[in-house]
C-alpha cells in the first residue's frame, strides 16, 4: 500500500517518496492510507519535479504542524539538501559526497550517503563504499 500524505489546511494530498513519523499516528479514516502528521518527508528530485518539490509542494509541506525536517534528494550526484525547522524558520544544511553523512535529527538517525546511493549508478562513476554502521553498534 502507497501512503499519502494530506495537508489538512490547504486539501493537497500528495505521496511523498519517504515519510517518518511516530505516535501519535494520525490517519484521516479508517483506511490508514492517508498520514496527517508526519514528522520527516523525503523527496528524490527529478528534472520534472524538482520545481515543484522545491516551490509549491515544500510551501505546503511548511504548513504540517508536525513536519520537522524536509530533505531534498539528487538523483544524479551524492547530495542531499536538509530543511529543518527552527520555530517559524526553515535551516538549510547540505551534505554531499558517498561518505558525507545525513543526520535526521528529529528521528536520531544517521545514514551515510553511500548507503542511500547503494544502487544508483552516478555521473563520474561514483561508487558507494561499505555500508555505515553506527559507533558503538553491532553487526
Known amino acids: 500500500m502507497q501512503m499519502r500524505v494530506r495537508v489538512s489546511r490547504t486539501g493537497l494530498y500528495t505521496y511523498p517518496d ?26 528524490v528530485l527529478s528534472p520534472s519535479t524538482e520545481a515543484y518539490d522545491r516551490g509549491k509542494k515544500f510551501a505546503q509541506y511548511r504548513r504540517l504542524d508536525s513536519l520537522r525536517e524536509y530533505i531534498l534528494v ?5 547530495h542531499i539538501e536538509r530543511y529543518v525547522r527552527q520555530g517559524d524558520l526553515w535551516v538549510l544544511s547540505e551534505v554531499t559526497g558517498l561518505d558525507a ?15 542511500i546511493y547503494r544502487r544508483v549508478e552516478l555521473p563520474g ?11 558503538g553498534a553491532t553487526t
Not at 562513476?125 to 559507533?135: D, H, I, K, S, Y
Open 18 to 43: 519517504v515519510i517518518v513519523t511516530g505516535p501519535p499516528f494520525l490517519f484521516e479514516d479508517d483506511e490508514f492510507d492517508t498520514l496527517l502528521n508526519p514528522v520527516v518527508i523525503a523527496e
Open 74 to 78: 539528487s538523483q544524479d550526484e551524492a
Open 101 to 115: 553523512i545525513l543526520t535526521i535529527a528529529a528521528v536520531g538517525c544517521n545514514v551515510r550517503l553511500a548507503d
Open 125 to 135: 562513476g561514483g561508487q558507494p563504499a561499505a555500508p555505515f554502521v553506527e559507533p
